[in-house]
Every structure is written in structure tokens, then in C-alpha cells.
């Protein structure tokens, strides 16, 4: 990435948290914290108003705008596919996110015309979503609520079981989704295809991340499978 392209990040992202740590910065951009120091002092440099306090962060002076958005074609055109994608994978409501952040960010343009909705890289999806789509929706809002969930599963060799579960992620694999969950019967993480899931009910009771039951130790999880299993390949 740009060096330009991580000053605006650093701008961006202490104007939206009005204070930001550089230890947090550093992390957001994957850069070191002695990086983060450099570029700010560059910003400073630049008559960028931002001021650190100690044991609190950076902050930009009240009122502080940026000049008007700019976007490469190539910018635009991952924007409309991620808003496309979005459009033909997910559930009901995201997608209506999707489209009303790219009108947002069109009406930003100082160039209307720079927005070519002809783009010829596309996401379609030409099955039936209709279980995934409703399934999806139900999902996100459980996994943002903490709640449990119950559902009857089938697998792929054809067994089907109920089972109640701590969702804690979506994860799109190009064409399936699956939930990421802590799975209650098997006191273990577990995933399940979104499209083998019937009778999906959200349940009152909710549940609390853990040092064990959380979203980056699934994936922390999943990604010592993955290791174990490329050695049998």
C-alpha cells in the first residue's frame, strides 16, 4: 500500500475514534508503532492538525475536514463488485447497507462521470438463496446479540442432528457460507454449512466470549486444521 494510502487511513481512523493509541493504530494498519510515530510526524508536517495526548491518543482539532474524496478506477471498480458480492451472497438486510454506502460515496465523488456502472467484472448468483439469504440475516443478528441458537443440522454423509451453539462468525467459502460456532453438545468449535441448517430458532439465553469460547480462538482453531491437514496432501 501507498504511503499516501496509510496517511489518509491514520486521518480516517483517529477523526472516527477522537482518541486512538498508536499501539492501536499499528495494529489497525499492520505496520509497526514506530511507523505509526514517523507518519505522524509526517501528517504534522503536512498541517494536518492532530496532537497526541499522553496516556490517551491522538485527536484531530474539532471541525477538521478532509478535501474531497478521490478514487482510482480500479478503487471504484473493487467498491461496485464488493457491494455486487455482497448483493448476491449475504442475507436481506446488508445488502441494502451495501448500495446505500456506495450512494453515499458516488454523491462524495467530485467526478460524477468516474463512476462506471458498466463495470464488466461482476458477482452473480444464479441458485436459489432463499434459505441461505433468511438463514443469514437470522445469523448475523444472533452472532452481534450473543445469543444461543438451536437447529437441526444434516450432514453431508446424510445424519442429521439438533444441536444448540454460541455463533461467532460468518465465513463466505466462494459459493458457501458457514457459521463458526462453539458447539454445545460437542464442547468443542465446531462449523456448519448455512444451507444444511433447518428449524434455526434464536434462543433467550446468551452467552460471554471466554479465554477459550471466542471468535479468534475459533480461527486460531481452524487455522492449526488447516496446517495439520496440508501435511496429508
Same mark, same amino acid.
Given at each position: 500500500?501507498? @504511503?499516501?494510502?496509510?496517511?489518509?487511513?491514520?486521518?480516517?481512523?483517529?477523526?472516527?475514534?477522537? !482518541?486512538? &493509541?498508536?499501539?492501536?493504530? !499499528?495494529?489497525?494498519?499492520?505496520?509497526?508503532? $514506530?511507523?505509526?510515530?514517523?507518519?505522524?510526524?509526517?501528517?504534522?508536517?503536512?498541517?494536518?492538525?492532530?496532537?497526541? =495526548? #499522553?496516556?490517551?491518543?491522538? $485527536?484531530?482539532?474539532?471541525? %477538521?475536514?478532509?478535501?474531497?474524496?478521490?478514487? &482510482?478506477?480500479?478503487?471504484?471498480?473493487?467498491?461496485? +463488485?464488493?457491494?455486487?458480492?455482497?448483493?448476491?451472497?449475504?442475507?436481506?438486510?446488508?445488502?441494502?447497507?451495501? @448500495?446505500?454506502?456506495?450512494?453515499?460515496?458516488?454523491?462524495?465523488?467530485?467526478?460524477?462521470?468516474?463512476?462506471?456502472?458498466?463495470?464488466?467484472?461482476? #458477482?452473480?448468483?444464479?441458485?436459489?438463496?432463499?434459505?441461505?439469504?433468511?438463514?443469514?440475516?437470522?445469523?448475523?443478528? #444472533?452472532?452481534?446479540?450473543?445469543? #444461543?441458537?438451536?437447529?437441526?443440522?444434516?450432514?453431508? =454423509?446424510?445424519?442429521?442432528?439438533? $444441536?444448540?451453539?454460541?455463533?461467532?462468525? +460468518? %465465513?463466505?467459502?466462494?459459493?458457501?457460507?458457514?457459521?463458526?460456532?462453539?458447539? &454445545? +453438545?460437542?464442547?468443542? %468449535?465446531?462449523?456448519?454449512?448455512?444451507?444444511?441448517?433447518?428449524?434455526?430458532?434464536?434462543?433467550?439465553?446468551? %452467552?460471554?466470549?471466554?479465554?477459550?469460547?471466542?471468535?479468534?480462538?475459533?480461527? $486460531?482453531?481452524?487455522?492449526?486444521?488447516? &496446517?495439520?491437514?496440508?501435511?496429508?496432501?
Amino acid at each position: 500500500m501507498r @504511503k499516501a494510502d496509510r496517511l489518509f487511513q491514520i486521518v480516517n481512523l483517529v477523526r472516527s475514534h477522537q !482518541s486512538i &493509541t498508536a499501539q492501536k493504530l !499499528s495494529e489497525r494498519l499492520g505496520v509497526s508503532v $514506530r511507523t505509526v510515530y514517523r507518519y505522524i510526524d509526517d501528517l504534522s508536517l503536512s498541517n494536518i492538525p492532530i496532537y497526541g =495526548e #499522553a496516556g490517551v491518543g491522538y $485527536r484531530l482539532r474539532e471541525g %477538521f475536514e478532509l478535501p474531497p474524496l478521490t478514487l &482510482t478506477s480500479e478503487e471504484i471498480e473493487a467498491l461496485m +463488485l464488493g457491494v455486487e458480492m455482497i448483493s448476491a451472497s449475504t442475507g436481506k438486510k446488508l445488502p441494502i447497507a451495501a @448500495k446505500s454506502l456506495l450512494h453515499k460515496i458516488e454523491a462524495a465523488l467530485p467526478d460524477r462521470e468516474s463512476v462506471d456502472c458498466n463495470t464488466k467484472i461482476r #458477482a452473480l448468483s444464479v441458485t436459489d438463496r432463499t434459505y441461505g439469504s433468511q438463514h443469514w440475516d437470522v445469523l448475523r443478528e #444472533a452472532i452481534r446479540a450473543t445469543n #444461543a441458537i438451536s437447529f437441526s443440522y444434516d450432514t453431508l =454423509e446424510g445424519a442429521k442432528s439438533e $444441536r444448540i451453539v454460541y455463533p461467532l462468525g +460468518l %465465513f463466505y467459502w466462494g459459493g458457501k457460507w458457514t457459521l463458526g460456532a462453539w458447539c &454445545t +453438545l460437542r464442547y468443542a %468449535f465446531r462449523e456448519f454449512r448455512i444451507d444444511r441448517i433447518t428449524g434455526l430458532r434464536v434462543m433467550e439465553r446468551t %452467552f460471554q466470549s471466554t479465554t477459550v469460547v471466542n471468535l479468534q480462538a475459533y480461527m $486460531r482453531h481452524q487455522s492449526a486444521n488447516w &496446517t495439520e491437514q496440508k501435511k496429508h496432501y
